[in-house]
Every structure is written in structure tokens, then in C-alpha cells.
T-cell receptor, first 109, second 117 residues
């Protein structure tokens, strides 16, 4: 079973920031928080991951709470192409990825 | 980011035939590759994990004699669905990880849609 809880769906206006929450209250000390997204009928795409510090790359920012029990993925300026299912996954080292149901993000014009 | 390709992108076959799907890592050495399948409106389910040169490890409930996995090189893994039946129709996705990419991060192929008639 997935170790994370995410809202089923979210909407966001084009050009605005999309903030996707994820709860992972049972995360262990050596487990990372990974975010992937899957655009319809494509393979998942890696977005970002982190252990305890906030992370930023060219795609997104990841904010992890101090107790590591939750995190938020931020897409700073959402575009229509960001419409996808976003998966938050907790993974320790070389453990297998367990995909939950994710959050279906719809970016509206 | 690291690139993984799959071939074919979609395949239609008759019941009882075998189908081979290729997964290639184009710009990194995939010491470990994974095979997933995804049914409509469902999430990805891991089928098996393979390390280059070793036998694949299958997840519970996945028939190893039906889904043959070969990972003979650091850039190629194949999944053969033997004696395919309509219930095997699904979206099959591979991923790889290895040296030269972000540690323990999986990079996914675009998927192969299999339809068994």
C-alpha cells in the first residue's frame, strides 16, 4: 500500500501557482519524498525529491515540513501542459516505488 | 533528464500469441530496470524488478512464466507476454535507474499499449 495520502483532484488557473499537498505521517528517517507526474497515456516523469530540506529545480519546488510528515509540491506558474496526475511517493534507498492514486491536477485557461 | 524508450508504443495481437516489448535506456546505464502495468483509470502496479545479468524478481501474483523478462545488457530489457489473452490488455511501462543518474531515481519510458483481441 502507498504510504502517502493526496487529494483526489485539484484545479488551478493557468499562470498561477499550483500547490499540491501530500501527507506521509509514517515516513521513516531514511525515506525520501519523491514526486512524479503522469500526463495522460504517457509514462511517469520524475519531478523532484527531497529528504528533509526544501528543494527547487527547474520544474518545481518541494517544501517538506520540519517533522517530515507532510510536503507540498509547488509549480510556480502552472501551464496547460502541467495538467496531469501527480504522485507523491515515499521511498527508502533502492526500495521499489509504490504508486498511490495521486492527485489529478487540471490547469484551466 | 535521463531518457528511456520503449518499442513498440502500441501493439495489437491475437489471443494466444506472444508479444515482446523492448525498453532501452538511451543515455545512461540502467543497472536496474522495472516493469509496471497500468489498467485504465488505475495506478501503476509493479510487475518485476530486474538487475542486469540476473533473473528478475517478480511481485506477488505476477506469473513469471507468462511475463518473461530479460535484462541482458545495461541498456536493454525486454518483456515478453507469452500466450497473451484479452485480460493481459494493459499499458506496460518500464523504468530504469543506475550510475550516472540521480541515485535511486527511476526514469520511465513512454509506455506500450497492448491490446489482445
Amino acid at each position: 500500500d502507498a504510504k502517502t495520502t493526496q487529494p483526489t483532484s485539484m484545479d488551478c488557473a493557468e499562470g498561477r501557482a499550483a500547490n499540491l499537498p501530500c501527507n506521509h505521517s509514517t515516513i521513516s528517517g531514511n525515506e525520501y519524498v519523491y514526486w512524479y507526474r503522469q500526463i495522460h497515456s504517457q509514462g511517469p516523469q520524475y519531478i523532484i525529491h527531497g529528504l528533509k530540506n526544501n528543494e527547487t529545480n527547474e520544474m518545481a519546488s518541494l517544501i517538506i515540513t520540519e517533522d517530515r510528515k507532510s510536503s507540498t509540491l509547488i509549480l510556480p506558474h502552472a501551464t496547460l501542459r502541467d495538467t496531469a496526475v501527480y504522485y507523491c511517493i515515499v521511498q527508502g534507498g533502492s526500495e521499489k516505488l509504490v504508486f498511490g492514486k495521486g492527485t489529478k491536477l487540471t490547469v484551466n485557461p | 533528464g535521463a531518457v528511456v524508450s520503449q518499442h513498440p508504443s502500441r501493439v495489437i495481437c491475437k489471443s494466444g500469441t506472444s508479444v515482446k516489448i523492448e525498453c532501452r535506456s538511451l543515455d545512461f546505464q540502467a543497472t536496474t530496470m522495472f516493469w509496471y502495468r497500468q489498467f485504465p483509470k488505475k495506478s501503476l502496479m509493479l510487475m518485476a524488478t530486474s538487475n542486469e545479468g540476473s533473473k528478475a524478481t517478480y511481485e506477488q501474483g505476477v506469473e513469471k512464466d507468462k511475463f518473461l523478462i530479460n535484462h541482458a545488457s545495461l541498456t536493454l530489457s525486454t518483456l515478453t507476454v507469452t500466450s497473451a489473452h484479452p485480460e493481459d490488455s494493459s499499458f506496460y511501462i518500464c523504468s530504469g535507474t543506475g550510475p550516472g543518474v540521480i541515485t535511486d531515481t527511476q526514469y520511465f519510458g513512454p509506455g506500450t499499449r497492448l491490446t489482445v483481441l
